[in-house]
């Protein structure tokens, strides 16, 4: 089965960083592009950022590009992201998935952005 689960989020305040890590199993992790995607409070799903498998090339939604970094680890399924210069609306829970398939998300993990 595939399991992915994101930790890494806490309280910080605004300005403050966070890196985020999502352990991947029960697939060929190196094989797929992953992505990383958000639910504020109250809202829909938020596409945040996707890596291809081999970590050549990242895409960002406009909102968190040159704070935002994606990063990725294949030897050690694991997917990251760092994020700097957080703002409220930043708060949300995050999730990573198989990219274009927000539903093999797993457990996410809560980014609350307050001072």
């Known amino acids: 089965d595939v399991q992915l689960q994101a930790f890494g989020g806490g309280l910080v305040q605004p300005g403050g960083s966070l890196r985020l890590s999502c352990a991947a199993s029960?697939?060929?992790?190196?094989?797929?592009?992953m992505s990383w995607f958000r639910q504020a409070p109250g809202k829909g799903f938020e596409w945040v950022s996707t890596?291809?498998?081999?970590?050549?090339?990242?895409a960002y939604t406009d909102s968190v590009k040159g704070r935002f970094t994606i990063s990725r680890d294949n030897a050690k399924n694991t997917l990251f992201l760092q994020m700097n210069s957080l703002k409220p609306e930043d708060t949300a829970v995050y999730y990573c998935?198989?990219?274009?398939?927000?539903?093999?998300r797993g457990q996410g993990t809560l980014v609350t952005v307050s001072s």
């Open positions: 998935a198989k990219s274009g398939d927000i539903n093999s």
């Open positions: 890596m291809n498998s081999n970590g050549g090339s990242t």
């Open positions: 029960g697939f060929t992790f190196r094989t797929y592009a």
